[in-house]
């Protein structure tokens, strides 16, 4: 079975603090996706990243950054710096090839950046 | 360019009644998804297209739900005889087929059954 367990449920931080967000993930395929997306107040969900079972390589842009270790199952979000404007829940995924594209959703993370 | 647009972005309905709900997905793109959004349950997938079939059924709950798709395009999903367990945020996304694995997703519609 597929599961994506993000376990903070809830994360308040002062502005221009580093916070950091957990995803743990569990497949047993050996080919799949891991996604972040960002769902602010007006609810839309905004892709934030996706990385592929292949490509262990962090990543950076801008203030964000990802850590995808295999060896953890785990896929970690920063916000260095974090802003009012990063305010928001925030949901790891999996996403499967199995003729589908179905993502996978981990319960979500709420941030809250106090000023 | 536009992105996924939804419709309703509310619906407050009686139980037993049938609801419509529509996603119009980005254009150009051929791969279509229908989430479910609830408290108890979090964010739930429930039917894939592409283009106008859909290959991937697995995530509707029960056969009140239906969706369909026409002209590759438009995506209509029904509740039939609403329960209020059926309260939820109805999530669509839309994704390009050379670039599947990347969904974007619409502001959704908050259904409430009464």
């Known amino acids: 079975a597929q599961k994506v367990t993000q376990a903070q449920t809830e994360i308040s931080v002062v502005e221009k603090e580093d916070v950091t967000l957990d995803c743990v993930y569990e497949t047993r395929d050996t080919t799949y996706y891991l996604f972040w997306y960002k769902q602010p107040p007006s609810g839309e969900l905004v892709f934030l990243i996706r990385r592929n079972s292949f490509d262990e390589q962090n990543e950076i842009s801008g203030r964000y950054s990802w850590n995808f270790q295999k060896s953890t199952s785990s896929f970690n979000f920063t916000i260095t710096a974090s802003q009012v404007v990063d305010s928001a829940v925030y949901f790891c995924a999996l996403g499967l090839i199995q003729g589908a594209q179905k993502l996978v959703f981990g319960q979500g993370t709420r941030l809250t950046i106090n000023p | 360019g536009a992105g996924v647009s939804q419709s309703p972005s509310n619906k407050v309905t009686e139980k037993g009644k049938d609801v419509e709900l529509r996603c119009d997905p980005i254009s150009g793109h051929t791969a279509l998804y229908w989430y479910r959004q609830s408290l108890g349950q979090g964010l739930e997938f429930l039917i894939y297209f592409q283009g106008n079939s859909a290959p991937d059924k697995s995530g509707l709950p029960s056969d009140r739900f239906s969706a369909e798709r026409t002209g590759g395009s438009v995506s209509t999903l029904t509740i039939q005889r609403t329960q209020q367990e059926d309260s939820a945020v109805y999530l669509c996304?839309?994704?390009?087929?050379?670039?599947?694995?990347?969904?974007?997703f619409g502001p959704g519609t908050r259904l409430l059954v009464l």
């Open positions: 996304a839309s994704s390009l087929e050379t670039d599947q694995e990347t969904q974007y």
